[in-house]
């Protein structure tokens, strides 16, 4: 069995993709905190907030002296780093008491370590933050944060994309219309525009893996990034902090300054933001489809919502598209986060603190508030089948007209019309004509044409019911579903 007829069957069997949940029924996110009260996920929440970042903070400083400790085991003994590391964690390290120290007016770094410190035994506190500056830390922490949540986001993309996918299978041979400019355009079938959304977030899923191998870069340079402490002990720093960040599973720069470039943020922004732009395309073509305009989508959830405290009818809608609609908040939200990180960029050598504060919050909120979003959206398209009378009325109502690009083809060929082609420009003109009538009259376009000899000396009238014929004019709309399907159903970005 191929990889297609696999989705195939599994459909058939009602074997799909359910969606993932933003948070399960019995977890009880903080009601205070908006971005992981009310919009957030649990993964999320156990990356991002200030006592996950002290742990991470603790984590990187716990590496150092493992590293350190595996390159000089004469400058730290490899039994004092293993204790050093069992007690770099939040579990040990009491968040409270590091708040505490910053409110007395410790450097966050320092409130750390001094925390850290009073856990430690003797031996081992003269260790801590050897060789090291607080960006050390922080800056090291940091892409070990954007790592983590890039994994839960390309997790939670990937479940979107798979429905999607296996709606455009579903939907394959069911007639459907396509749009330009708002206009009825070409037939295809229901399954071809989740094709292209589908390839547009897949895309994206690839420069994010880029992104992920290239752009999360670590730093143990000390406080330029020129290694003057470690030079002064006779370490090779370079060397040092190359080992470090490969301990971390990040990469590193040769020559940071007190901060690796604010450039690979900008990476991470780009990525999720090329990202977020291409699912809210398809929350706007979810959301425009259950409009009562097109009505060609139902969201057949068991789960039923009010859309109005004051149009109980919205209830035969299932309320309103508020998945859709909130997906496209949070593309304005992530736009305006890497309109942020692109400005974070300028930064004078070595350092100054203009993009410290911003990031730290555009961060957190962007990859929880990104995170649930992309949930709640996969959720609905989950429950939305397709009102197959609506999808096809849509096909039938140009009455033939949007055939007339074929009809074209067969008048210009000379093989078609027996050596008898029409110019161009002749027939271009004379379609267009005839199009324009049969749409002001309200007429079948195929009766238009068999009034015009120009077009009745050239192709007989089976032969012109057949190529006007909307339902039978699909292209290669089923290949494409099906290739779209066989190339990333089911794949895994950060495998």
Known sequence: MTDIEDIFYKISLGFITEPKKSFPKDYDPDPATLAAGRYGTPEMVEIWGADKTFDYCLKVQGQSAITLSRLRPDIIPSSIADVMMSKASIKFVSPARIRRLEREGSHDIIAINTAWEEVLPSEAKPYINSFRTSADSTDTAKPLQIKDSLEVIADSVENLRDI??????????????????????????????????????????????????????????????????????????????????????????????????????????????????????????????????????????????????????????????????????????????????????????????????????????????????????????????????????????????????????????????????????EAHELLGRIATDSYKNKTMFIDGLLKEPEVTSRLDEETLKKITDPLQYIGQSKEIVVAVAEKYYRQKTLA
């Open 164 to 425: 999607a996918i296996e709606k455009s299978v579903k939907w394959r041979d069911k007639p459907f219309m396509d749009k330009t400019h708002l206009y009825d355009a070409m037939p295809t079938v229901a399954g071809r525009p989740l094709a292209h959304y589908v390839e547009n977030i897949s895309k994206g899923l690839e420069l994010l893996k880029f992104v992920y191998d290239n752009s999360l870069v670590g730093k143990w340079g000390d406080a330029t990034g020129n290694h003057h402490a470690a030079t002064l002990a006779g370490v090779d720093g370079l060397a040092l902090q190359k080992e470090y960040c490969k301990d971390l599973g990040l990469g590193y720069s040769i020559a940071p300054a007190q901060v690796p470039a604010l450039e690979f943020q900008l990476d991470v922004a780009y990525a999720i933001t090329r990202i977020t732009e291409s699912v809210n395309n398809l929350a706007i073509f979810i959301a425009e489809g259950r409009g009562d305009d097109i009505n060609v989508f139902i969201n057949t959830s068991p789960q039923k919502k009010k859309g109005s405290s004051a149009m109980p009818h919205k209830d035969a809608k299932n309320g309103n598209p508020t998945a859709e609609e909130q997906f496209m908040s949070v593309r304005n939200y992530m736009a305006g986060n890497f309109v942020t990180s692109l400005m974070n960029c300028q930064m004078p050598y070595a350092r100054n603190l203009s993009a410290s504060s911003n990031s730290r919050i555009n961060l957190e909120d962007g990859f929880k508030y990104l995170d649930h979003a992309l949930r709640g959206l996969a959720k609905t398209l989950y429950w939305i089948e397709l009102n197959e009378e609506r999808s096809t009325e849509r096909v039938l109502r140009s009455r033939g007209l949007v055939r007339s690009g074929q009809v074209l083809t067969y008048l210009t060929s000379p093989t078609l019309t027996n050596n008898n082609p029409m110019p161009r420009s």
